[in-house]
């Protein structure tokens, strides 16, 4: 079994754990709605699909009068988790091509992350479970954006994908304007 063939059987092991949890609750009567999520993601991946999340930023900061209103309704839409301040990256391309369509960069770029994500051939999303109404639409892929820049953790401009990338630049000309 090969590391990728593994990892998919972890990922749907732990979906299946939590339907069979859920069968036995309501089983018992008992109320449990549980959102879980559980990705395996190719790691030798990340360097490729960090240069394009930072191709998308360095849009979004030249563009960010005319952008700023999109974004900000995309980021009101995007699938959430428990941590707020991290939204699911594809629920968020979708919403920002759907609040911004005439953006062909922009377009292009969210083109480029997803078919990384999830592309037919080599995606970096080897497997995704989710189990929950709240997680419906979480793709396996999550980005911190929090929710204004009071609920910004100073913490985040210390980790290495902030500092080799321009989203925290992003995100904070967004949270100045």
Do not use: H, R
Not at 44 to 60: F, M, R, T, V, Y
């Amino acid at each position: 079994m090969s590391p990728g063939e593994l990892a998919k059987v972890i990922t749907q092991q732990y979906e299946e754990y939590y339907k069979n949890e859920e069968v036995k609750m309501t089983q018992q009567n008992k109320m449990s709605q549980q959102n879980v999520t559980q990705s395996a993601l190719d790691l030798g991946q990340i360097k490729s699909l960090a240069d394009s999340i930072n191709k998308l930023a360095e849009i979004l900061i030249k563009d960010q009068s005319s952008v700023t209103p999109g974004v900000s309704a995309a980021s009101q839409k995007v699938q959430k988790f428990t941590m707020l301040e991290y939204v699911d990256l594809l629920s968020f391309l979708q919403q920002l091509t759907k609040w911004l369509p005439d953006n062909d960069d922009i377009k292009g770029v969210v083109k480029e992350i997803s078919d990384k994500l999830e592309g037919a051939s080599n995606p970096f999303v080897i497997a995704n479970a989710k189990f929950g109404d709240g997680v419906k639409d979480a793709n396996g892929v999550s980005i911190y954006f929090p929710a204004d820049k009071y609920a910004d953790s100073p913490d985040y401009a210390d980790l290495l994908f902030s500092k080799d990338c321009k989203w925290n630049e992003f995100l904070t000309k967004l949270f100045s304007t």
